[in-house]
T-cell receptor, first 116, second 113 residues
């Protein structure tokens, strides 16, 4: 079964607008972490934001925020005030397991294209 | 990327040839991972090593072997390369503290002809 599901293969957004990227996950572990990464066309993986399963508040990092709905097992990324440099592929990832036995799984990704 | 070095960056193999992808880190992290990235399929976990001396299969381990040589190094071996193994391979590392992000190498673009 898919651990991480990203249902939007590609999205277009107008510059300066906000965009929401969907991510749902599946785990039976009580403790897990959720991550979002950006992969520009150059290919490197850039960490954006983290949400722990026990965190009470939604994570925010600058223009990035994570809309964490634990009961629905969703961890959507919101990018506010989109910039041309935000055009990239975005991956949702989940870390599960316990100390010294962690596994990190990724979704299929969403390509975001920002239009001027 | 800082802390994770992958070699080589590019490689072309003929079907049936073998090769080893090397990954080394200088961040003293316990967990190391090998992923492959294919268009439309995201990053799929091949093998991982939660700590020195342990390795486990991920989602797509067939056709690969790994060695966690020491805490710093985690290698991925293709014993008999097949065209289906044409992909971009990423090594990643992660610490044991739950909220630490994973750090990635620059990737290896492998083509099997």
């Amino acid at each position: 079964a898919q651990k991480i599901t990203q249902t939007q293969p590609g999205m277009f957004v107008q510059e300066k607008e906000a965009v929401t990227l969907d991510c749902t996950y599946d785990t039976s572990d009580p403790s897990y972490g959720l991550f979002w990464y950006k992969q520009p066309s150059s290919g490197e993986m850039i960490f954006l934001i983290y949400q722990g399963s026990y965190d009470q508040q939604n994570a925010t990092e600058g223009r990035y925020s994570l809309n964490f709905q634990k009961a629905r097992k969703s961890a959507n990324l919101v990018i506010s005030a989109s910039q041309l440099g935000d055009s990239a592929m975005y991956f949702c990832a989940m870390r599960e397991g316990f100390f010294n036995d962690y596994k990190l799984s990724f979704g299929a990704g969403t390509t975001v294209t920002v239009r001027a | 990327n800082a802390g994770v070095t992958q070699t080589p960056k590019f490689q072309v193999l003929k079907t049936g040839q073998s090769m080893t992808l090397q990954c080394a880190q200088d961040m003293n992290h316990n967990s190391m991972y090998w992923y492959r990235q294919d268009p439309g399929m995201g990053l799929r976990l091949i093998y991982y090593s939660a700590s020195e001396g342990t390795t486990d299969k991920g989602e797509v381990p067939n056709g690969y072997n790994v060695s966690r040589l020491n805490k710093r190094e985690f290698s991925l071996r293709l014993e008999s390369a097949a065209p289906s193994q044409t992909s971009v391979y990423f090594c990643a590392i992660q610490g044991t503290v739950a909220f630490t992000e994973a750090f990635f190498g620059q990737g290896t673009r492998l083509t099997v002809v």
